[in-house]
């Protein structure tokens, strides 16, 4: 079985394979199949725009096909950056100009009113049948960054019960516990049971 994953994300490609290495599955990312064009991420949510991402492979490739849109929520920001988590410090932003951001719009702010999640929304099209799936992880975000592993917003997002950062993590401990592993370990339940139906 072959699993198109519609992403430009190496790094959540990564983690995907990851997860999935024990799962009798081919996965590969759009790139590996000769598609190159970015999609447009226009959902107000980022179930619409996981489902915006699988459907504009729809016609393009054979398969199953799946999209993870992830968004960082921040309490005290009444849930900002969400679906803007990409392009929160502007269009082009980095990675480090989000975390930067974010963290200036902190300033002051104390360890308890810092809590925040990840939510990831896997859509998987498998023909016509579409399906969503959901992953979470709590955390807190710290006063500056620690930590080199993972993307994003890793070096600032602290893990309670793990006392460090997902960027102080390995990619197999960030995959124990990450909204992304909570998600894609969601999907392989679901894969097993459909499989043949
Ligand atoms: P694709 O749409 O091509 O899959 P993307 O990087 O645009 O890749 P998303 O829209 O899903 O991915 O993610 C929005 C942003 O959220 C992304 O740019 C990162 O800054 C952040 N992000 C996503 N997953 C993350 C993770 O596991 N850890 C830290 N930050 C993450």
Do not use: C, W
Request: neutral net charge; glycine residues 8%; hydrophobic residues 35%.
């Amino acid at each position: 079985m072959r699993l198109i994953v519609a992403t430009h994300n190496i790094n959540k490609i990564k983690e995907i394979r990851e997860i999935l290495s024990d799962f009798d599955i081919e996965i590969s990312s759009m790139a590996e199949i000769g598609i190159q064009e970015e999609i447009p991420e226009t959902g107000k949510t980022i179930e619409e725009n996981a489902l915006v991402k699988a459907r504009a492979l729809k016609n393009k490739t054979e398969g199953l096909i799946m999209a993870d849109d992830t968004g960082l929520f921040v309490d005290y920001l009444n849930g900002n950056p969400g679906v803007y988590s990409a392009r929160f410090a502007g269009e082009n932003a980095t990675y480090e100009d989000n975390n930067m951001k974010l963290l200036k719009m902190l300033e002051g702010v104390p360890f308890d009113k810092r809590t925040a999640h990840f939510k990831t929304v896997i859509a998987l099209l498998n023909k016509d049948k579409e399906t969503v799936i959901e992953g979470r992880l709590d955390g807190r975000i710290l006063y500056k960054q620690r930590g080199k592993n993972g993307f994003g917003y890793d070096p600032i997002f602290y893990v309670d019960e793990a006392k460090k950062t997902l960027a102080e993590m390995t990619l197999e401990e960030k995959n124990t516990i990450s909204h992304r592993a909570r998600a894609l370990n969601k999907l392989k339940s679901y894969l097993y049971k459909t499989m043949g139906d």
